[in-house]
T-cell receptor, first 117, second 115 residues
């Protein structure tokens, strides 16, 4: 299957600083990328959907100004957690899909564990 | 709205035991159903899928049948191996409630297989 690379795999940052997470599709052009958040023993919750070259669509309850998403190219999307706080500590996962067909397989990155201290 | 409910784990089995992980869903329209697997330290991988009622998805000895009448998509394997130890996620996509086809996941079920 196609490969989606997420970087970094883990990061520890101080409260109040910003952290950028990258999601790259290595061997296909990702028309759409999704960002999820996973709390311990909870399901993956969709945060936002981004299409290349346009603004991301955020799910209800997700702060746009806190979780900045950029999808500048067909192979790269970034999630920036601004002014991070301990409650932002979580596992963030991206996925990428080619095309808009709902049945098209989405390929996932390995996830980024963020710890804010 | 759309939702997925799957059995809570952890599930611990001996090698060669029979596995069932229950998954039921709530959705309007005609969603596609998926099972994803997450091995330790890795990202989610698609295990199998079914796109319409009565379809059976299968892969690596796992199978699941899309049952519209019971809104279920239970995952089964006849004989598990230690290498099957992972977290399994049931998910749905599409239907009238899906936005751009994003996936809606269950909470995941951790499977541990002992030798």
């Amino acid at each position: 299957g196609a490969v989606v690379s997420q970087h970094p795999s883990w990061v520890i940052c101080k409260s109040g600083t910003s952290v950028k997470i990258e999601c790259r599709s290595l061997d296909f052009q990702a028309t759409t990328m999704f960002w999820y958040r996973q709390f311990p023993k909870q399901s993956l919750m969709l945060m936002a959907t981004s299409n290349e070259g346009s603004k991301a669509t955020y799910e209800q309850g997700v702060e746009k100004d806190k979780f900045l998403i950029n999808h500048a190219s067909l192979t790269l999307s970034t999630l920036t957690v601004t002014s991070a706080h301990p409650e932002d500590s979580s596992f963030y996962i991206c996925s990428a899909r080619f095309g808009g067909n709902m049945n098209t397989e989405a390929f996932f990155g390995q996830g980024t564990r963020l710890t804010v201290v | 709205g759309n939702s997925v409910t799957q059995m809570e784990g952890p599930v611990t089995l001996s090698e060669e035991a029979f596995l069932t992980i229950n998954c039921t869903y709530t959705a309007t329209g005609y969603p596609s159903l998926f099972w994803y697997v997450q091995y330790p330290g890795e990202g989610l991988q698609l295990l199998l899928k079914a796109t319409k009622a009565d379809d059976k998805g299968s892969n690596k000895g796992f199978e699941a049948t899309y049952r519209k009448e019971t809104t279920s998509f239970h995952l089964e394997k006849g004989s598990v191996q230690v290498s099957d130890s992972a977290v399994y996620f049931c998910a749905l996509s599409g239907g009238y409630g899906g936005s751009q086809g994003n996936l809606i996941f269950g909470k995941g079920t951790k499977l541990s297989v002992k030798p």
